[in-house]
């Protein structure tokens, strides 16, 4: 009896040991990479954040399902990432209010240092529960304009044509301004037109969540998948693959440097660095 204790408290023990160092394990994999690039500041500038409202993983159509939303990586990454640098950041989503966060990604093993800051940060919260509506959002004040993903973004991104709207009015705008997002974010931009009423982003280099990366999560049933979407709307679609998709990153900053996309929840920091860039090598 004695010997079996004794082993129960070695596999207890490991089992400790094992869990309180997946998130490192996970990190070192390539879950949420530090971003090592240049940081530039832009004091005076405006950037939006824009996330989805929906908040059910269920095939289209069904009601009930697992809670979902926006991936917490996905907002607080580029949230404090503009706001460090000085920027004004304003919050907004398709409906407007409350916006969905999916629960799985605010904790252990895959929350972020961003996403514990905003769990002690009341002002952020305060957006986040009392989002913009994009119908009333004047995008044309905003020098760059970011994309949340995560699941729900799936279901109401594509799907909303004021989204798409925006984005040309983004595009056009006096500010010229930088438009991106990352994973599945980027399915906001599939619909925006150009003047003649082309598909605007077509012919140009993006990137987004693989559909790879999908298959592997075994979360299928959304209805809109990004790789898919972009390839479908013209975009020249890169990526970078590894043993698992969720551990591969990709930015992209089209030839314009107009558009830049980030390929998944790792891709956040250096899209939204890579987005002050742009606008800070204009002079």
Request: glycine fraction near 10%.
């Amino acid at each position: 009896m004695k010997k079996v204790l004794v082993g129960l408290g070695i596999l207890v023990g490991l089992l400790v040991v094992v869990a309180t160092a997946l998130p490192t394990i996970l990190h070192a994999a390539g879950l949420h990479p530090i971003y090592e690039g240049p940081s530039v500041t832009l004091p005076g500038k405006r950037a939006l954040i824009i996330t989805t409202s929906h908040s059910v993983l269920a095939a289209p159509g069904e009601t009930e399902g697992p809670e979902t939303g926006v991936m917490a990586s996905e907002f607080t990454h580029p949230y404090y990432t503009f706001l460090d640098n000085g920027m004004t950041v304003d919050m907004a989503s398709i409906q407007g209010g409350l916006i969905p966060i999916d629960p799985q990604t605010l904790g252990y093993p895959v929350s972020t240092p961003e996403d514990q800051r905003y769990l002690n940060d009341s002002i952020a919260q305060a957006k986040v529960r009392n989002s913009l509506a994009i119908a009333d959002v004047d995008i044309s004040q905003y020098d760059i304009v970011f994309i949340s993903g995560g699941w729900g973004a799936a279901y109401d991104l594509a799907q909303s044509p004021v989204m798409a709207t925006k984005v040309s009015e983004a595009y056009y705008g006096d500010r010229t301004a930088v438009i991106g997002g990352v994973c599945h974010g980027v399915l906001g931009l599939v619909n925006a037109k150009d003047q003649e009423g082309n598909t605007l982003i077509a012919g140009r280099r993006m990137t987004g969540v693989t559909d790879k990366q999908v298959k592997e999560l075994g979360i299928e049933i959304t209805p809109l998948h990004p790789e898919t979407e972009l390839r479908k709307a013209g975009a020249l679609f890169e990526s970078q693959t590894a043993f698992r998709d969720i551990f591969a990153t990709h930015v992209v900053v089209d030839n314009e440097q107009r558009f830049v996309t980030g390929q998944n929840q790792n891709s956040g920091l250096e899209t939204a660095h890579r987005m002050m860039q742009v606008i800070a090598d204009r002079g």
